[in-house]
C-alpha cells in the first residue's frame, strides 16, 4: 500500500492565499482520514483541515452550504487541486459536540437542512463533483463494494465471514436499492448529528462537510432523528417533510413518515459500511476504530429485508 500519510501544506502556503501571517500550528485532531490544526496569529485563530485525496470535494460543498446560510464555520480559502486538499475556515471555538439538543432545537436544524437538501438538488454545476454513494450507486458497484467490505471485516479479526455472510449482504443491498429506487436524491451532509452542528449567527448550522455525498435526504434526517425517544421521531420528519414542501419539493413520494426514516437510516448504513471498509482496506485506517460499528451495520444491511419487510 502506497503512502497514505496525509501532508497538511505549508504554513506559507495558506498565509499567501489569506493575506494574514500566522505565529503558530496546533493539532487539533488526526483521524487517519483528516489532520485538523488551529493556525494562531497575533489577532486571531482559525481551522486548517487537510484531507485524504477522496474528500476534496469537501470545499465545495461547504462553499455551496455557506452560500444557503447551512454552514457553522464559513470558508476561507481552499485547495483542492493539491495532493491532499486542504480548507480554513473560521475557528468555531468550543461548539456544541456532546449534549443532546432539544427536540426545538434540532427541529429548526431540520428546517435548515430541508433548505438545503431543495436547494442543492437544483445545483447541478455543486452536484457534478459531489460523488454518489446511494444504494443505487453500491449496487452498481456491488462486486467491488462487497470484497471490499469482505476485506474489511477480515482485518477485524472479530468475525469469521463466511461466502453465505456475503450473499446475504449484496441481497441486502440489492433489496435496499430497489426499495429506495423512486426516492429523491440530492447532495447530503453525511454525517447530521449533535456534534456536527453549532450554534452561529442566531441559529443551529451544519459543520464538517467532509463526507458529503449524493444520496436520500432521509439518510440525514434518519441519522438525527433516530437518536430521539420513537414518540418524537415522527413529529420531526414531519417538520421536515413540511420545510421542504415550503421550498418546492414534495420529498413524501406517497410513502409514510415511518417507512422514510427507515429507509432513510438503511441508505445511511449502508453508505457507512461502504465508508469505513474503504477506510480500513484503502486508507490504512486501524480495523479497531470502526470495527463494532462495522460489523453491526453490515448484519443490518444483511437482514435488511426482514427489517423494513421488504
Given at each position: 500500500m502506497r503512502d497514505r500519510t496525509i501532508r497538511p501544506p505549508a504554513l506559507e502556503e495558506v498565509s499567501e492565499r489569506l493575506g494574514m501571517t500566522f505565529t503558530s500550528r496546533e493539532v487539533v485532531s488526526d483521524s487517519g482520514i483528516s489532520v485538523v490544526e488551529r493556525l494562531r496569529s497575533d489577532r486571531s485563530s482559525l481551522?486548517?483541515?487537510t484531507s485524504?485525496?477522496?474528500?476534496?470535494?469537501?470545499a465545495a460543498v461547504h462553499h455551496l452550504a455557506d452560500s444557503l446560510e447551512i454552514g457553522g464555520a464559513r470558508l476561507l480559502a481552499s485547495n483542492s487541486d493539491a495532493q491532499f486538499p486542504w480548507l480554513v475556515q473560521e475557528d468555531l471555538g468550543e461548539h456544541n459536540s456532546s449534549r443532546l439538543l432539544a427536540r426545538d432545537e434540532v427541529g429548526s436544524a431540520l428546517e435548515a437542512l430541508a433548505e438545503f437538501h431543495v436547494k442543492a438538488a437544483n445545483e447541478s454545476d455543486a452536484q457534478a463533483d459531489v460523488p454518489d454513494r446511494s444504494p443505487q450507486w453500491l449496487v452498481a458497484n456491488l462486486d467491488q463494494v462487497a470484497n471490499l467490505v469482505e476485506g474489511a471485516l477480515k482485518q477485524t479479526e472479530a468475525i469469521d465471514v463466511q461466502r453465505s455472510d456475503i450473499k446475504q449482504f449484496r441481497g441486502g443491498l440489492s433489496a435496499l436499492s430497489d426499495a429506495t429506487s423512486r426516492m429523491p436524491t440530492t447532495v447530503i451532509h453525511g454525517d447530521f448529528d449533535p456534534g456536527n452542528l453549532a450554534y452561529s449567527r442566531g441559529r443551529w448550522?451544519?459543520?464538517d462537510w467532509g463526507l458529503s455525498h449524493r444520496n436520500s435526504p432521509f439518510a440525514d434526517v434518519a441519522h438525527m432523528v433516530m437518536r430521539f425517544p420513537k414518540l418524537e421521531q415522527l413529529p420531526l420528519v414531519e417538520r421536515y417533510l413540511e420545510a421542504a414542501n415550503q421550498f418546492g419539493a414534495d420529498f413524501r413520494e406517497e410513502r409514510d413518515s415511518w417507512d422514510l426514516l427507515q429507509?432513510?437510516?438503511a441508505a445511511h448504513e449502508a453508505f457507512f459500511v461502504w465508508w469505513h471498509s474503504y477506510c480500513i482496506v484503502r486508507l490504512?485506517?486501524?480495523p479497531e476504530t470502526y470495527a463494532a460499528s462495522l460489523i453491526q451495520r453490515f448484519k443490518r444491511i444483511s437482514h435488511v429485508r426482514q427489517?423494513?419487510?421488504i
Open positions: 481551522i486548517l483541515k485524504v485525496p477522496e474528500l476534496r470535494h469537501e448550522r451544519a459543520i429507509l432513510g437510516n490504512g485506517v486501524r427489517q423494513l419487510g
